[in-house]
């Protein structure tokens, strides 16, 4: 077999490959011989029909899947033999296929970076930490009691924190723009889902009201054209409600897994939740400076490859979204790949850095630290014990818990080298989502 190596450009390789004539038709004629033994051909017992007849009816057909084999076994043999490492699946084009003649293909195909870890122990990071606090624990009550209340209609004027039942047609320069029209829209003042000034614009609202809202859109809105526009929205509002929260009480207890009615157990479960998602938040935070450091520190050539590859994995997820009319929809214009592109990239870069990383340090994922995730993610079910046991037996679960246990114990190493400083922040700042 002889084989040649090309650099084109970046990441890329070339490979032409020869494969001497007679490995092919030795095959070739292996397996036709075979085939004199199983073929059924009229006017033939079976068993018993002529090499040539087989090699006219099938020759061709075998020829080609042997060919098809060689490529394919010849591909893998040349790269270990090269030492490379493709990453993503090779363009094969096959040059020469002639029988009685030596068959060479060339095969295209990217390969994975050489990464050379940057030393990160002058590097600083923070490391929050909070206390939960009775006034802590109150609010979150607060936020569950609003989770379960009841909406009433009211003949009031619409306050901050009431719903409506509003339409509306959207006009820029007169002329009624695509997305600006509704009928029958709930919406919450003050949750901040419509543009600024919108809801501000219905308080004071009563049923049966029209407004008239002169409005700007945001200079960072998603639709480029409407991004800094003017606006006006005639509202017509039909329907003002208020909230009605239930009763902290045995009822609502009950609601949340509480059944024995003591307002303490209830207080201890709500504290122990919310201590669980200060965990998850503070280490994601911490979690996610190491990933930063990572990425600027590391500087690594990607694969176009496993970049789509990302992309079209995140692509997936976005789409398991829409549900029954994901089939239905454009998915290339909806969901093109350059809204995915950074996050795809930023996810391949640390893919290939934690790797190396892994290899470097001879890393294994600690069981102990797989149960402790498993045992964390179960303990939000009633039946706790049912869901690890599933973990357990679900391959493709436990590698994924896995992959998560591995990461943090790469973030662990990290951080044992590094600079690291406590600081105590409130509860709401703990949880509160990291601005990018």
Do not use: C
Not at 151 to 162: H, K, L, R
Not at 211 to 227: G, I, M, R
């Amino acid at each position: 077999m002889q084989v040649s190596v090309e650099t084109t450009t970046g990441l890329e390789r070339r490979l032409t490959v020869g494969i001497p004539a007679e490995t092919i038709d030795s095959e070739v004629q292996k397996r036709l011989q075979q085939a004199t033994k199983t073929v059924r051909i009229n006017g033939f017992r079976k068993g018993k029909v002529p090499l040539k007849v087989v090699k006219q009816r099938y020759g061709e057909g075998v020829r080609q899947e042997v060919v098809g084999d060689a490529i394919n076994k010849s591909f893998y043999e040349a790269v270990t033999q090269e030492k490379l490492r493709p990453a993503g699946q090779p363009n094969i084009e096959p040059n020469a296929l002639e029988e009685g003649k030596d068959v060479e293909f060339v095969a295209t195909f990217e390969v994975y970076p050489e990464v050379e870890l940057a030393d990160l122990s002058q590097a600083e990071f923070t490391r929050l930490d909070a206390e939960i606090e009775d006034a802590d624990i109150d609010t979150m009550i607060e936020t569950l009691r609003k989770s379960q209340g009841a909406w009433q209609e009211v003949d009031a004027a619409a306050e901050d924190g009431n719903r409506v039942k509003i339409s509306y047609v959207g006009k820029r320069d007169g002329e009624a723009f695509d997305g600006g029209t509704a009928e029958g829209q709930s919406l919450i003042l003050g949750s901040k889902s419509m543009i600024p000034g919108f809801e501000d614009g219905l308080l004071g609202a009563k049923a049966g009201d029209e407004k008239t809202l002169e409005l700007k859109f945001p200079e960072d809105y998603h639709v480029d054209s409407l991004k800094g526009a003017d606006v006006v929205f005639d509202v017509s509002v039909s329907l003002v409600e208020a909230q009605i929260l239930p009763e902290v009480n045995e009822e609502f207890f009950a609601k949340f897994g509480v059944s024995d009615g003591d307002e303490a157990s209830f207080r201890e479960d709500v504290k122990g939740n919310m201590e669980r998602e200060k965990k998850r938040a503070l280490r994601a935070k911490l979690k996610e400076q190491v990933m930063d450091a990572l990425i600027e520190a590391n500087k690594v050539e990607l694969p176009k490859a496993l970049v789509q590859g990302e992309i079209n994995a995140l692509r997936g997820q976005t789409m398991q979204q829409y549900g029954a009319i994901a089939d239905k929809i454009d998915v290339q214009s909806l969901l093109p790949d350059e809204m995915f592109k950074e996050q795809a990239e930023r996810r391949t870069a640390l893919g290939l850095i934690i790797s190396e990383f892994v290899k470097a340090e001879k890393l294994e994922a600690d069981k102990d630290k797989v149960r402790e995730i498993i045992e964390e993610t179960a303990s939000t079910y009633e039946s706790p014990e049912e869901v690890v046991n599933y973990y357990y037996s679900n391959e493709q679960l436990l590698a994924s818990v896995e992959a998560a246990a591995l990461e943090d114990q790469v973030v662990d190493a990290l951080l044992e080298k590094a600079q690291v400083k406590d600081e105590k922040v409130s509860y709401e700042e703990a949880i509160k989502p990291a601005e990018k």
